[in-house]
């Protein structure tokens, strides 16, 4: 993979540098014949469509890096409207000005210059919505292709979910004849959230009852881990008004997942906190998750962060433009803040 990047980078540095070479030796060309004052001054048709060429080619390289570093981030919210049509002026004030430089300033061509500068917007325009959709078509290819690998890593973990189905109602009787019944209940709770990861996490949406009715399990079953003690440094609330909304399903569980495993419970030299906030108003989830953490809880449980980069992965895919995720890390504090617009 890295010899592969490698030879990406020295292709585009060999491709900038023979254009490089052609730039200044069209500049060096047009030049001339304008110091010798030809009726015309493109020359040769040779030297008009290598002109043209040169001047198509760089357009091109700079409306690719005007989509890359300039669209894209606004399309993907990252820059705001004010400073992306600041920006985007910004870029033709450089196409002009190159433009005045070419002739010199010459004042009877200021006209020309911009209408030039015009239609290269336009271009600009064109190539970043064509770009766009180039860019979308790879998008949905990859989240189909990752979705389809995370469906058969799940089901190679299930190994026949109908037995430990059978295996768990089976250890429920036997807690439930024991008289075990908080084992009983932590049981019942598992297979819940056990059929609820196997068939709903197939379904594209789900009621956001349902998802809150198997974080409220998720969290009691994490809880129930912990000595009485413990379970006082944990607030947790889950509300929602009522209104029937869809989610994608389990967006917030792995969180939730990280909050509990890097809080060091326990712990004498400090104390530690989990926050969890999840609020459904008028079609509009606010999600906030505070933890303590030490560096030693997350160095021995340290994983490979796949499971938080898939989440983003789905909120760009599911919920374009309609969300906002914030993850911020202070010297023993992480906070996590998602809002999610569920309306269509």
């Given at each position: ?13 060999i491709l900038?540098a023979?254009?490089?070479y052609w730039l ?6 047009i030049?001339l014949?304008?110091?010798?004052d030809f ?8 030297l ?9 080619g ?7 890096l ?11 919210a990252r ?8 920006l ?10 190159f433009?005045?430089?070419t ?21 600009f325009l ?22 389809d ?36 209940a ?7 959230m ?9 379904l594209?949406f ?9 974080l409220?399990?998720y969290?009691?079953l ?5 000595a ?6 944990v ?5 929602w008004?009522?209104?029937d ?10 969180f ?15 104390e530690?906190?989990?926050?969890i ?9 606010n ?7 030490s560096?030693?809880q ?13 989440v ?33």
């Amino acid at each position: 993979m890295k010899s592969k990047a490698k030879f990406q980078i020295i292709s585009w540095i060999i491709l900038f540098a023979v254009l490089g070479y052609w730039l200044l030796v069209a500049k060096d060309l047009i030049k001339l014949e304008l110091e010798n004052d030809f009726e015309n001054h493109l020359g040769s048709i040779s030297l008009y469509l290598l002109s043209w060429s040169t001047v198509f080619g760089a357009a091109t390289i700079v409306a690719w890096l005007n989509f890359r570093f300039i669209f894209l981030p606004w399309r993907t919210a990252r820059l705001s409207n004010p400073l992306f049509v600041g920006l985007e002026l910004g870029v033709l004030i450089v196409v002009f000005e190159f433009l005045q430089w070419t002739i010199q300033n010459e004042p009877s061509l200021i006209e020309d210059n911009l209408t030039v500068t015009l239609f290269i917007g336009l271009y600009f325009l064109c190539f970043a919505w064509l770009a766009d959709l180039s860019h979308a078509k790879k998008r949905q290819r990859q989240l189909t292709q990752e979705k389809d690998r995370a469906e058969l890593k799940l089901l190679q973990s299930q190994l026949n979910p109908h037995f430990l189905f059978n295996a768990l109602n089976t250890t429920y009787s036997t807690a439930i004849s024991e008289e075990s019944t908080k084992t009983a209940a932590q049981i019942l709770q598992l297979a819940d959230m056990m059929r609820f990861a196997i068939e709903k996490s197939k379904l594209d949406f789900i009621s956001v009852e349902e998802e809150i009715s198997f974080l409220e399990k998720y969290i009691q079953l994490q809880l129930d881990r912990f000595a009485g003690s413990d379970q006082k440094w944990v607030r947790s609330s889950l509300n929602w008004d009522g209104v029937d909304v869809q989610i994608s399903p389990m967006l917030i569980q792995p969180f939730l997942e990280n909050a509990f495993k890097f809080t060091q419970f326990g712990s004498d030299s400090a104390e530690p906190r989990l926050e969890i906030d999840l609020k459904v108003a008028e079609g509009v989830m606010n999600f906030l998750v505070k933890n303590s953490f030490s560096a030693e809880q997350v160095a021995a449980n340290q994983g490979t962060g796949s499971g938080i980069e898939l989440v983003r992965q789905r909120l760009e895919s599911i919920y374009p433009n309609r969300h906002l995720l914030k993850i911020e890390t202070s010297k023993n504090l992480c906070c996590v803040l998602l809002m999610i617009n569920l309306n269509n």
